[in-house]
């Protein structure tokens, strides 16, 4: 075995792998671990049986390595698959809901029942202002002025809580 070194020539190893993924093109970041690796798996493989020519194998093993490198950067490197995305809101954006869903609550729970039945007739069940009052026996008008009253009151609750109510008006 010509070019087989002993245990002290391992330094002419790592110099001669150094000269040889340089010439390969790897990039100055990987070269060491490339290296590191080799020298690893050559000493193992020394180890166990005899190497005929310890720079062949160790050039073997080392652009094996850098490959399986690129192939790995390669395949983290391609676009997200499209199937990831998820249509389902954030859950920050869910978190968002359910607490103005409570401060709306809350706030629809402290009206007066009156203002309170008016509001959730005509905004949740879509009622016109004229059967509201017919029902209830007052005025459009008046319908109109606890709707207003109850929006009001549900603005100022959401404003408390730091919630942004935009999109919430007719």
């Avoid at 290296?35 to 690893?40: A, F, G, M, P, Y």
């Avoid at 190497?51 to 676009?79: K, P, T, V």
Wanted: hydrophobic share 40%; proline share 4%; with cysteine.
């Amino acid at each position: 075995m010509a070019d087989a070194p002993d245990d002290r020539d391992w330094a002419v190893v790592q110099a001669r792998l150094n000269t040889f993924l340089r010439a390969r093109g790897a990039r100055p970041e990987l070269i060491d671990d490339v290296i590191q690796e080799t020298l690893v798996r050559l000493l193992t493989i020394s180890r166990e049986k005899e190497i005929a020519s310890i720079f062949a194998l160790g050039f073997r093993i080392a652009e094996n390595l850098l490959i399986d490198q690129y192939r790995g950067e390669a395949r983290l490197a391609g676009e997200p698959d499209v199937e990831w995305n998820c249509d389902r809101p954030s859950a920050d954006r869910v978190v968002d809901s359910r607490r103005a869903m409570e401060v709306f609550q809350r706030c629809l729970n402290n009206m007066p029942p009156l203002r309170r039945e008016v509001l959730v007739r005509r905004r949740v069940r879509q009622e016109t202002c004229r059967t509201i009052a017919d029902d209830l026996s007052m005025s459009a008008k008046a319908v109109e002025k606890h709707i207003t009253r109850g929006l009001i009151d549900l603005r100022r609750a959401m404003d408390k809580a730091g919630i942004d109510p935009t999109g919430w008006s007719e």
